[in-house]
């Protein structure tokens, strides 16, 4: 009894084994798992990625249409069944065609770039949500799900712009060299998908009604896009505010819907396109892009969590 009561009490050191591990830690360069690496880090890990990650886009790929019988020619034809709705329905009923030369080249040039951004933007909201297996399965810069979807959505739209071609020389739009254009305006639409997939990819792990949201947001959004219709028309023949022609022409994807048919069809004219197009381009693109990849980055450590 004496003994136990003579026991002297125990020392900081040994009642605080933490400060002690957390030297022999920093001693042998262990890290907490999961932790967030640095932003340089992190972007030196997803480049080492960079093959799984385009991998994982085209197995995606391949895969989305495996059940039907017509396999991937689905890949052409849902963007070609869209516009030809929309060319009944906006061309015919409403008529919006009437004032565009090369109307159907017109609908469908801006209905591929949409679907573009569009499904870029979908496949987000779910890149984490919808593959917690793999998320809590392997460790990986989580970064790389949102941006082989975006890479996933830039292969099938490579497919439509072959049908998008025959469609251009069947109504006799000569080929030139500004369809050359199209590469920087796609490379700069993709960064600008892939920007926003990682935001709406965040958002999504966080809460995943997000997804159900996603579909109204989009469609409003195509609306006011020019898609169905031109907006130098609508801004030139209207009694508009000021601020609302600035935001229809400053809208990113009205942007990248007219660069693109500034490049491929010869009747769309340099006097269509909003002032300072091309930096109104590569800013979304640099604004998406990389505050949307360092928004992203900012939760690596919670994905898959909870």
């Given at each position: 009894m004496s003994q136990v009561l003579n026991t002297p009490p125990p020392t900081a050191s040994s009642a605080s084994p933490t400060g002690d591990a957390a030297a022999l830690a920093a001693r042998y360069g262990l890290t907490v798992s999961g932790a967030r690496p640095s932003l340089p880090a992190y972007v030196r890990q997803l480049w080492e990625r960079r093959h799984f990650i385009t991998a994982?886009?085209?197995?995606?790929?391949?895969?989305?249409?495996?059940?039907?019988?017509?396999?991937?020619?689905?890949q052409v034809m849902t963007p070609l069944l869209n516009a030809a709705v929309y060319y009944f329905i906006f061309g015919v009923l409403l008529g919006t065609k009437h004032g565009v030369p090369d109307f159907v080249p017109f609908l469908?040039?801006?209905?591929?770039?949409?679907?573009?951004?569009?499904?870029?933007?979908?496949?987000?909201?779910?890149?984490?949500?919808?593959?917690?297996?793999?998320?809590?399965?392997?460790h990986f810069p989580r970064a790389a799900l949102p941006v082989s979807y975006a890479i996933q959505q830039l292969q099938q739209l490579l497919f439509s712009m072959a049908a998008l071609v025959v469609i251009l020389l069947c109504f006799g739009v000569p080929v030139s060299a500004s369809w050359l254009l199209v590469v920087p305006v796609?490379?700069?639409?993709?960064?600008?998908n892939a920007g926003v997939a990682m935001v709406v990819a965040r958002m999504?792990?966080?809460?995943?009604?997000?997804?159900?949201?996603?579909?109204?947001?989009l469609r409003t959004w195509m609306y006011v896009s020019g898609v169905m219709w031109s907006i130098a028309?609508?801004?030139?023949?209207s009694h508009m505010p000021h601020w609302a022609e600035v935001a229809?022409?400053?809208?990113?994807?009205?942007?990248?819907?007219?660069?693109?048919?500034?490049?491929?069809?010869?009747?769309?004219?340099a006097h269509q396109l909003p002032h300072h197009?091309?930096?109104?381009?590569?800013?979304?693109?640099?604004?998406?892009?990389?505050?949307?990849?360092?928004?992203?980055?900012?939760?690596?450590?919670?994905?898959?969590?909870?």
């Open positions: 994982f886009a085209t197995a995606k790929l391949t895969a989305q249409y495996s059940q039907a019988k017509l396999g991937q020619v689905w469908v040039t801006g209905v591929f770039i949409w679907t573009f951004t569009q499904s870029s933007i979908m496949a987000g909201t779910r890149a984490i949500s919808g593959s917690l297996g793999l998320v809590r399965a392997l796609l490379t700069l639409q993709f960064l600008f999504g792990a966080k809460t995943p009604d997000i997804a159900q949201l996603m579909p109204f947001l028309a609508t801004v030139k023949n229809l022409e400053s809208n990113p994807a009205a942007v990248y819907i007219d660069l693109t048919r500034f490049a491929l069809i010869d009747s769309f004219h197009v091309w930096a109104l381009a590569i800013g979304w693109a640099l604004l998406a892009g990389v505050g949307g990849f360092i928004y992203f980055w900012k939760a690596e450590e919670t994905y898959g969590r909870g």
